[in-house]
């Protein structure tokens, strides 16, 4: 699937759990990385792969690629050694959500769900070009650019 707005193939799948539908996905995810791309200001095209699935798919996931044994919200994996700046990659690589935890902390945190995928389609996304949040400082520079992607969308700072 092609966004004529966007230098990106995306390729998405709903695998298991209760999301909305293909649809409204994937015109939540080409809003969401459009924000992304335009805040970046990103050059070149590229593939992009997004999984929406369950906790216990995420959990497996998460257990054999994180050591972590837990389901978690969202998960990149980059296609290639993420490198911020400069054309993109042929393919920036996979972004898998999880559909209990999402709506988990969409409830616990009074937002829609839909805000809440967003977020998470801009965060999978700045992982794949090599940002992180391992740091104080990381997290500062990420969340930026997070915020400033999301008021693109208008939809409210998720740190606030």
Excluded: C
């Amino acid at each position: 699937m092609t966004s004529p707005d966007l230098p990106l193939d995306i390729d998405l799948a709903v695998e298991a759990g209760a999301w909305l539908s293909e649809a409204e996905l994937l015109g939540l995810v080409e809003r969401a990385v459009g924000a992304a791309f335009a805040e970046l200001r990103l050059a070149g095209t590229s593939e992009l792969s997004f999984v929406f699935t369950d906790d216990a798919a995420i959990q497996a996931l998460n257990a054999e690629w994180r050591g972590k044994d837990k389901p978690t919200n969202v998960l990149s994996f980059p296609a290639f050694p993420p490198a911020r700046g400069g054309l993109l990659p042929p393919m920036l690589g996979d972004i898998v959500l999880a559909a209990e935890t999402v709506a988990r902390e969409a409830t616990e945190e009074k937002k829609p769900v839909e805000h809440h995928v967003s977020h998470l389609v801009i965060h999978g996304l700045l992982h794949l070009l090599g940002y992180d949040h391992e740091t104080d400082d990381e997290a500062e520079e990420m969340e930026a650019v997070e915020r400033a992607a999301l008021a693109r969308l208008a939809i409210p700072d998720p740190y606030a």
